[in-house]
């Protein structure tokens, strides 16, 4: 699987001219050898495949890393360059999105006979459409994270903190079986729930309110990605009104997404539900996003969106709405995109939650 990955990176080099290329992005490099530290760069030739690392990840380099030859960096020894000499590379692609200007530098001063030329998307582009290892990782996160937001539901109630049940959450996944949370769990309650990124905080969760809780896993280098809303009893009818927009957008978003549609076709038909209704201005983020390795990866899905949807994709459709000193409701499923159809991924149901009182 991971040769497979690998050859098509060697398909760009071949497209572009290239007799070589250095990859530092710690995602892109899991994702084409297996290792996952805090250092490392990948050197790929047309034969061979090089993975540098500093002395604190040789021994776990050489243990994780199939048909790739690992050599430690080290201040007195400027490995990169002897092997692009051994190699005899004179055209060499750089991953641009991860390499600094400052790195762009020392890397001209030292390969000063080498032609230097970036890859901007193209790394990250091999990544959007998923094996089926990859899918296998992806269900087995999102099976940890429901069974914690099950197990953690009776939790979310009047007189709570959103900090205790973030905090109880995150435990939860971990406890079962998640590495970590795939990002910072979001919990916010009442007028807090019109900001779309809100921190929890030690405010208290009140009956009447609506609550969202954004929530995933990462397990052995995969995400989920899943956002429910939760109304406490009773909740004022601005909030039931959005809430049924918002699952009717998500609804159909799901029903409309199919292999070969443009991107931004998928964005302007969920937003334009919710303009429809009135409430296009409380909207302002995209309708989703792709995720593995990363919890945000290639397509992004909004307005400005190139490319078409494809076949073995993993997406999130995430619509909601934010009305500012009232409240708001975002509901986020992750969906498979099939050969002639999509497969909702995720199991927590996204009509009306509703905690009785």
């Known amino acids: 699987m991971?040769?497979?990955?690998?050859?098509?990176?060697?398909?760009?080099?071949?497209?572009?001219?290239?007799?070589?290329?250095?990859?530092?992005?710690?995602?892109?490099?899991?994702?084409?050898?297996?290792?996952?530290?805090s250092e490392a760069t990948l050197l790929i030739s047309k034969?061979?495949?090089?993975?540098?690392?500093?002395?604190?990840?040789?021994?776990?380099?050489?243990?994780?890393?199939?048909?790739?030859?690992?050599?430690?960096?080290?201040?007195?020894k400027d490995v990169l360059w002897e092997l692009c000499m051994m190699l005899e590379i004179k055209r060499l692609g750089f991953d641009g999105a991860h390499i600094t200007y400052n790195m762009y530098e020392r890397?001209?001063?030292?390969?000063?006979?080498?032609?230097?030329?970036?890859?901007n998307e193209e790394i990250e582009d091999i990544r959007k459409c998923k094996?089926?290892?990859?899918?296998?990782?992806?269900?087995?996160?999102?099976?940890?994270?429901?069974?914690a937001f099950k197990e953690i539901f009776e939790?979310?109630?009047?007189?709570?903190?959103?900090?205790?049940?973030?905090?109880?959450?995150?435990?939860?996944?971990?406890?079962?079986?998640?590495?970590?949370?795939?990002?910072?769990?979001?919990?916010?309650?009442?007028?807090?729930t019109a900001l779309p990124h809100a921190k929890p905080t030690e405010k208290k969760l009140s009956a009447g309110e609506p609550v969202i809780i954004d929530f995933g896993v990462q397990k052995d280098g995969y995400c989920s990605d899943e956002t429910c809303t939760i109304l406490l009893?009773?909740?004022?009818?601005k909030i039931n009104e959005i809430y049924n927009v918002v699952n009717d957008a998500r609804a159909l978003g799901i029903e409309k997404a199919k292999p070969g549609m443009p991107i931004k076709e998928l964005d302007m038909i969920v937003r334009g539900y919710i303009e429809k209704a009135g409430y296009g201005v409380y909207f302002g983020h995209g309708t989703g996003h792709g995720i593995g390795i990363a919890v945000h990866e290639t397509?992004?899905?909004?307005?400005?969106?190139?490319?078409?949807?494809?076949?073995?994709?993993?997406?999130?459709?995430?619509?909601?709405?934010?009305?500012p000193h009232i409240g708001g409701v975002r509901l986020e499923d992750m969906v498979f995109i099939g050969a002639t159809d999509v497969k909702v991924l995720t199991k927590i149901r996204k009509d009306m939650l509703t905690v009785t009182i």
């Open 2 to 37: 991971l040769n497979k990955r690998r050859e098509k990176v060697k398909n760009i080099m071949d497209n572009m001219g290239l007799d070589g290329c250095i990859i530092k992005g710690m995602d892109n490099i899991f994702y084409l050898t297996g290792f996952r530290g």
């Open 47 to 76: 034969g061979e495949v090089f993975l540098l690392t500093d002395f604190r990840y040789i021994t776990y380099a050489k243990e994780t890393v199939n048909d790739v030859q690992v050599y430690e960096i080290k201040k007195d």
């Open 107 to 119: 890397l001209r001063n030292s390969l000063k006979d080498i032609e230097f030329l970036p890859l």
């Open 131 to 147: 094996d089926a290892e990859e899918i296998k990782l992806m269900l087995e996160a999102i099976e940890i994270a429901t069974n």
């Open 155 to 192: 939790e979310i109630r009047p007189g709570k903190t959103e900090k205790e049940i973030a905090r109880t959450l995150d435990y939860t996944m971990e406890r079962l079986g998640a590495d970590k949370p795939s990002f910072d769990t979001i919990v916010a309650s009442g007028e807090r």
């Open 233 to 237: 009893g009773e909740v004022n009818g």
């Open 299 to 323: 397509p992004s899905i909004n307005t400005t969106s190139a490319g078409i949807l494809e076949e073995n994709m993993v997406i999130t459709i995430e619509p909601g709405i934010y009305i």
